[in-house]
């Protein structure tokens, strides 16, 4: 009987051995333990701390607009995730920066934004397509150019245009096009962006 106990007491000792030798996370499979996915907690503030509504948080895998409180939240796919973050909000230059994180290590993390000035030197691409308001139909021949600059870009075939190194901010466009009623539309320059802004113009008739 003796025998049989210890042999019994040798054998649980063996096992628990065994489960100590098992790291957490390890463990996969029916019944097993799986890492978690990696999480990001995010806060988006200004320069005093404040939370940011509205911030417009670019996460690779998806986007978010923050509420009042400024706060995000997202969960990745995978053991582990690498990526640049990217926010972005009006009145404020454009924050990037690359992050890793490691499932079932969540990473809660604050994102300062900073004001935007007209002497950040900062800079941004903007893009596009004009096309007829009427018929949908791209407008080839189109002129778009950055008031106060000489900043210009003429559509393609495609109704396409494309303006490099703009500087960031608030930006008037004046589009011109032969036939249609010139627009002069205000749109808001990201730095280190490709901001996209379409227009429809209307037939001068």
């Known amino acids: 009987m003796k025998t049989a106990i ?29 890492t978690p996915d990696p999480v990001l907690y995010g806060t988006v503030v200004n320069a005093g701390g404040s939370p940011i509504a509205g911030a417009i948080v670019d996460l690779a895998v998806n986007i978010i607009s923050t509420p009042e409180n400024g706060t995000f939240t997202q969960t990745f796919p995978g053991s582990a995730v690498e990526f640049t973050i990217v926010i972005r909000k009006e009145g404020y230059n454009t924050y990037m920066e690359k992050l890793h994180i490691e499932g079932g290590d969540p990473m809660t993390k604050q994102f300062v934004l900073t004001a935007w000035t007209a002497d950040s030197g900062l800079t941004g691409t903007l893009q596009g397509y004009i096309k007829c308001g009427d018929s949908g139909q791209p407008i080839q021949g189109a002129t778009v150019t950055i008031e106060g600059t000489s900043l210009t870009a003429t559509t393609d075939a495609e109704g396409f245009y494309k303006i490099e190194n703009v500087p960031s901010g608030e930006q008037r466009l004046l ?18 962006f490709v901001n996209v802004y379409n227009e429809n113009l209307t037939p001068d008739e």
């Open 6 to 34: 210890s042999r019994y007491i040798l054998s649980a000792l063996v096992a628990i051995a065994a489960l100590g030798s098992v790291t957490l996370g390890s463990l996969s499979g029916c019944g097993g333990y799986v």
């Open 175 to 192: 589009i011109d096009a032969a036939g249609y009623i010139p627009e002069g539309p205000y749109t808001w320059i990201f730095d280190n």
